[in-house]
């Protein structure tokens, strides 16, 4: 199995920034991608940010710009940086990993951004 616990998150005023991790443990073998997703109340998840084990990084438009995904290999950890934050960023992020295909998720974490 594989765990994932997310940190990171909290209340954060528009333009503020938030840093979340999301670090990964047990039956870790390859990786073969992380990421983040969101999911706002009333709306469906989405997703927001995805690294592969080797670098490459796809990011959802209305983010681009503002946040920065990165990976630490060694520590199995994934790390979302969010600057110029808006109050429609408000929601619950979600780590992601994708490991031979099966997709593991973590508890989620609370973002609210207020105006």
């Known amino acids: 199995q594989v765990q994932l616990v997310e940190s990171g998150g909290g209340l954060v005023q528009a333009g503020g920034s938030l840093r979340l991790s999301c670090a990964a443990s047990g039956s870790i073998f390859s990786i073969n991608g992380m990421g983040w997703y969101r999911q706002a109340p009333g709306k469906q998840r989405e997703l927001v940010a995805v690294?592969?084990?080797?670098?490459?990084?796809n990011y959802a438009d209305s983010v681009k710009g503002r946040f920065t995904i990165s990976r630490d290999n060694a520590k199995n950890t994934v790390y979302l940086q969010m600057n110029s934050l808006k109050p429609e960023d408000t929601a619950v992020y979600y780590c992601?990993?994708?490991?031979?295909?099966?997709?593991?998720w973590g508890q989620g974490t609370q973002v609210t951004v207020s105006s």
């Open positions: 992601n990993l994708v490991q031979r295909g099966i997709p593991y």
């Open positions: 690294i592969t084990s080797g670098g490459s990084t």
